[in-house]
């Protein structure tokens, strides 16, 4: 098992396939940002497989594939197909912002990915645009449509809560969530760069406590995946609710996982810079025993929480950078 300085045993890997993505969304993304990583440096599908493959040697039984916006990757049914085969991995997972989704739904579900988030931050299609930098809710409601059809249940809807930007359509995100079954997670907005320091925080505290009162909201055990959502549930069950709250109430205490990002580059921690170069030792012939060690550094690199609340400037790259 990978144990950490402090204990935590980090058995969930977030793997970005690629940092770019088909919106803009002005939390995630500066407007006219060009800076993505280069072609050459995405790992290969090889050198992925061989790294989740180490992982899982070392107890790792969760991945989720991330971006950027992952449906862009090429041929990334057939990657999936090939980690979901791989021993130990227990749970293939895809964060998805919908657009491409309707054209690969069915694919990825018989290529094996086990469960399905959607990033949608609200249900009108002027927000959505103002957000987004696109028309884009229309192919979003198709591909959720879509992977409904293809199996997927429950899909998680990933909703950022925004103050004046967005909060007034939770409601009707719940709703919306109760009728088609699928089940709602709140996100604080995180200060990763300047766009998410721009991003205009909203406490979900207080957006807790009125929907328990509204809604009969009881605290639910089971977790739900692997994530640090806690999660709420109505009396019939029909209807559950997670919460995402790394401001208001960190989950650092619990953090189970690390992200490897595009060009091969672990990242310990969102809000940190700790990060370990995997590429460079791939392409110099490392070898699978010499690997599993690398990892095994790397996890010693991991810091024990964020600062977003003490030194909410500190971090200077953006979330695409890192990995949803």
Not at 33 to 51: M, Q, T
Not at 81 to 86: F, T
Request: with cysteine; hydrophobic share 40%.
């Amino acid at each position: 098992m990978l144990i950490d300085r402090f204990g935590r045993s980090i058995e969930y890997l977030r793997l970005s396939v690629t940092d770019r993505c088909d919106l803009r969304c002005h939390y995630c993304l500066p407007k006219g940002f060009k800076g993505f990583e280069e072609p050459a440096n995405w790992l290969s599908f090889d050198e992925i497989e061989r790294v989740v493959a180490a992982f899982a040697r070392l107890g790792t039984k969760r991945v989720r594939l991330t971006g950027g916006e992952p449906l862009l990757r090429r041929h990334l049914p057939q990657l999936a197909a090939r980690l979901s085969a791989l021993p130990g991995v227990e749970d293939l997972s895809l964060t998805t912002n919908a657009t491409q989704l309707q054209h690969h739904a069915e694919a990825l579900f018989v290529a094996g990915v086990t469960r399905l988030n959607v990033s949608l931050d609200s249900l009108r299609r002027d927000c959505m645009n103002d957000i987004t930098g696109s028309d884009s809710l229309p192919k979003i409601m198709a591909g959720l449509m879509a992977a409904k059809q293809a199996g997927f249940a429950p899909i998680k809807i990933n909703m950022v809560a925004m103050k004046a930007v967005n909060e007034v359509d939770i409601g009707a995100m719940v709703a919306f969530c109760i009728e088609h079954g699928f089940i709602l997670r709140l996100i604080e907005a995180m200060p990763m760069g300047d766009t998410g320091r721009a991003a205009n925080y909203l406490d979900l505290q207080p957006v807790l406590a009125q929907l328990k009162q509204q809604f009969g909201l009881i605290e639910q055990a089971q977790t739900l995946g692997g994530g640090p959502a806690r999660y709420w549930k109505t009396p019939d069950g029909d209807f559950s609710l997670g919460l995402i709250t790394p401001i208001s109430q960190h989950f650092c205490a619990t953090c189970n996982r690390v992200r490897l990002s595009v060009d091969g580059t672990l990242y310990m921690c969102l809000g940190q810079e700790e990060r370990f170069e995997l590429r460079p030792l791939l392409r110099a012939g490392i070898s699978d025993i010499e690997l599993e060690q690398a990892i095994r550094n790397a996890i010693e690199l991991k810091p024990e929480k964020h600062e977003f609340s003490e030194k909410p400037l500190k971090l200077v790259r953006f979330m695409s950078m890192t990995g949803g």
